[in-house]
């Protein structure tokens, strides 16, 4: 009854603030008591009691209420981190006051009117903040809320083990602990490993969530690039006023990367206990990628920094980007490995091992590492490590290319493969054999890493979701950026490039958009490359050209005249697209393994920022002899890289076009058509020398050992092939091109709307029969929810 009782008080009080015509005095203390001190409170309950409607009657009809509640539950917080939370009474307080400033803040962030009110100075609200003594009336309520949170992420006995063993004092004093002593986990800068606390792992998830709704303010502005849009919550909590900003990062980071969902590996032991752990490292991986949203990366936030020299510099950036020792650098990579192959693990018993929910934050961490700290990419690299980071990505690539709610993992996968790609030892990694086995919906076949690639980027293109087109001159310039490097190609890749090759130079596709052609410029310089410097071991690729050599033919023979498009066009009103869905002999998929589907009805997805054209988001470097990059300076003008056809890529074309038209727009150009002139200007720079001067070497020897031997097995053919040669018989090898990512203000906005769609959807919708829903049901601007 007594518990029944405290709930009614609780809505009792709730009720008040809305109907009283008097503005209830911040002193009275009895008042405002009731929506804190029931220790019977859970999440729930204030979630419950407190309804949207009513938090917002609260806003508009009586504002001192709201404003003071606020007030008044930021003091208790200021309050229990300055007493260390010694009692269980006031640890209640704590919890209760963080759940109810949860559940209020999206609808004051809703209001453009109240969004500045806690940067506004409250009397009192700051009081004994500081021991000094200094003008503490002047410090705004989110800075007291923010340091607060700090504090009692670090309090003995409540979120940190206590140091202290059997001591007559009622607590440690939390203003003269050392933070970094109490460090949640093993791991980066820190030896020891805490015993396991579920109390402190419940109480540090609820704090980190009322934290990541403080931070979740961004999601209620309009979308802007413009750089000063800085997260002043972000800002102030990440600069050096927070004094347990490094001993956090290091907790955050730990946690995450020391956690092992399968545990002790008793099957089925996720449905015996319950894991408290991963709720808390789901948290603490999101706060990471929120505190780490520091613009565009290194370029844009170094552009930042000349802009502002004096602006404030975000710690949490600075620590992740000078972690350095191999040791350390380990820990993280194994971590996050473990972390993304979790839902790939495969047990002869079915759904016995926990799999997590959260990788797509994961894959947006890995981003930030690597983008922020070269360290970390290069060691990344350094070995075959790489690969247990690969293989995951594709499978997820691979597992999503049909749900167009997961467009935005898509993109990030994609990116992230862009950006290694842009290194040599990530295509020599790639040579090495493939032997897992993961479960996918793909042809069996037995080669390395980069089949592997090859074969699920095949599958994107010809059977993934439209929306994904704008996608397919990033997965061919991966390609690209790999091609000089492979050493030897299975023939299940090889003649799935052909097969790209021969849908992308269909006529009708070429014909019917501004941008097609540039598909087939990026194919022709993989086959160059491959030629050129990997000729030896690529027998495979070699014997598919020579069988596909009409496709080769017809390219060059391309029709221009006005007729010829007319007639190439009225062929495309019978097709539905421009590749073929039923495609070579090989649909053999691997054991075990389920076609990946489009998403079920009612599904929610966030929308997304337009991604920018893939000459926006790389520059080209050239490899010189030596191995290293030199970078290639753009220019407007077409002729980017001299005369020779060889060298010119799929945006040197014609750059111009490529800014004002993008790829995804295959068939809604209305005012574009092609022109005899249009179609002359970039044929006459096919790259076609090196193949065709393959062809004419390679076809006669082949079909004259055909009839003399009498041949029909194409292994025979195949082992010709492996031992013959081109020396001196081709075109001078071409330069290396190399297309770097590039970060810039229109990849910034595009990780921030996804960034912060996928905690939404986490945090509002899919947990909503576990966890209160943080966002559901408010205004938010950077993005819209729509129902598939």
């Known amino acids: 009854m007594g518990n029944a009782d405290s709930k009614l008080h609780f809505r009792k009080a709730v009720i008040q603030l809305t109907t009283k015509t008097q503005p209830v005095e911040a002193t009275d203390d009895a008042f405002w008591d009731q929506f804190w001190v029931d220790a019977s409170t859970t999440v729930q309950d204030v979630f419950a009691l407190v309804p949207a409607a009513e938090i917002r009657a609260v806003r508009e009809e009586s504002p001192s209420n709201l404003a003071t509640l606020c007030y008044k539950a930021v003091e208790r917080l200021v309050q229990g981190a300055e007493s260390g939370c010694p009692s269980e009474r006031e640890r209640q307080i704590v919890l209760n006051c963080t759940r109810l400033l949860t559940r209020i803040l999206p609808y004051i962030f809703e209001d453009a009117d109240w969004r500045g009110f806690f940067w506004s100075t409250v009397p009192g609200a700051g009081r004994r903040l500081d021991e000094d003594g200094d003008d503490d009336e002047s410090r705004p309520l989110a800075e007291s809320l923010l340091l607060a949170i700090a504090d009692l992420l670090f309090c003995p006995d409540f979120t940190v083990q206590s140091h202290k063993k059997n001591s007559p004092d009622t607590g440690e004093d939390i203003r003269s602990i050392d933070s970094c002593e109490y460090i949640w986990e093993a791991g980066v800068g820190f030896a020891q490993s805490p015993p396991l606390n579920y109390v ?89 990628i929120v505190t780490l949203e520091h613009e565009a990366g290194s370029a844009a936030s170094a552009a930042l920094q000349a802009l502002d020299p004096a602006g404030p510099e975000n710690l949490f950036v600075n620590y992740l980007s000078r972690i350095h020792r191999e040791e350390d650098l380990s820990f993280i990579l194994k971590g996050l490995a473990r972390l993304l192959n979790n839902p790939l693990v495969q047990t002869y018993l079915p759904r016995s091992t926990k799999k997590i929910q959260f990788h797509q934050e994961l894959l947006i961490l890995f981003w930030k590492f690597c983008d922020f700290n070269k360290k970390f990419l290069f060691f990344v690299l350094k070995s075959s490590d790489v690969l247990d980071m690969l293989v995951p990505i594709l499978f997820y690539l691979n597992d999503a290319r049909a749900d167009q709610s997961r467009v935005g993992l898509m993109h990030i996968g994609v990116f992230i493969i862009l950006l290694l790609s842009g290194e040599r030892n990530f295509g020599v990694r790639l040579n090495k054999p493939y032997t897992l086995r993961v479960p996918m919906d793909i042809p069996v076949f037995t080669g390395n890493h980069a089949d592997l690639l090859i074969v699920i980027f095949h ?25 000089p490097y492979l050493k030897s190609l299975s023939m299940v890749a090889a003649n799935k490039l052909l ?76 097709k539905k697209s421009g590749i073929s869905r ?200 950077l993005f819209e929810i729509q129902r598939i």
């Open 200 to 288: 402190h792992d419940l109480n540090r998830t609820e704090l980190l969530k009322l934290l990541l709704t403080c931070f979740s303010e961004a999601m209620y502005l309009p979308p802007s690039s413009e750089r000063k849009n800085i997260n002043p919550w972000v800002a102030f909590f990440c600069s050096t006023d927070n004094r347990h900003a490094l001993p956090l990062f290091t907790s955050l980071l730990n946690v995450v990367c020391a956690y092992d969902p399968v545990g002790y590996g008793i099957p089925y032991n996720h449905l015996l206990f319950s894991d408290h752990r991963e709720q808390l490292v789901e948290q603490a991986v999101q706060i990471l």
């Open 459 to 483: 599958k994107i293109i010809t059977s993934g979701h439209q929306r994904l087109q704008p996608l397919f001159d990033c997965l061919l310039t991966i390609i690209v950026n790999i091609s």
């Open 499 to 574: 097969h790209l090759l021969e849908a992308f130079t269909t006529p009708w596709f070429l014909f019917s958009s501004s941008q097609n052609h540039h598909l087939v410029f990026f194919l022709l310089e993989v086959f160059n490359n491959i030629i050129q410097y990997q000729f030896d071991g690529n027998c495979n690729l070699v014997y598919a050209i020579i069988r596909k050599r009409n496709v080769f033919h017809q390219l060059a023979n391309l029709p221009s005249d006005a007729p010829s498009i007319q007639k190439a066009l009225q062929r495309k009103k019978e």
């Open 582 to 781: 039923t495609n070579s002999a090989e649909n053999e998929s691997m054991e075990g393994s389920r076609p990946a589907v489009p998403a079920e009805p009612g599904t929610l997805k966030a929308s997304l920022e337009a991604t920018p054209g893939i000459d926006k988001i790389t520059e080209k470097s050239q490899v010189s002899e030596d191995g290293t990059m030199v970078a290639v300076p753009q220019s407007e003008s077409p002729q980017v890289t001299a005369d020779n056809g060889a060298t010119t890529g799929a945006s040197d074309t014609d750059e111009s076009e490529a800014a004002r038209s993008r790829l995804s727009s295959v068939s809604s150009s209305v005012a574009w058509s092609a022109s005899p002139d249009w179609v002359l200007s970039w044929k006459a720079k096919l790259p076609l020398q090196t193949i065709m001067r393959l062809l004419q070497v390679l076809v006669p020897q082949v079909e004259k050992i055909c009839i003399d031997k009498g041949l029909t097995d194409e292994s025979e053919i195949l082992k010709f092939l492996q031992h013959g040669t081109l020396v001196g018989l081709l075109p001078i090898p071409h330069p290396i091109l190399i297309r770097k990512y590039q970060a810039n203000a229109g990849t910034a906005m595009w990780f921030r709307t996804y960034m912060w769609g996928v905690i939404y959807l986490r945090l509002a919708w899919q947990v909503i029969n576990v966890d209160p829903p943080v966002w559901y049901d408010t205004d938010i601007r």
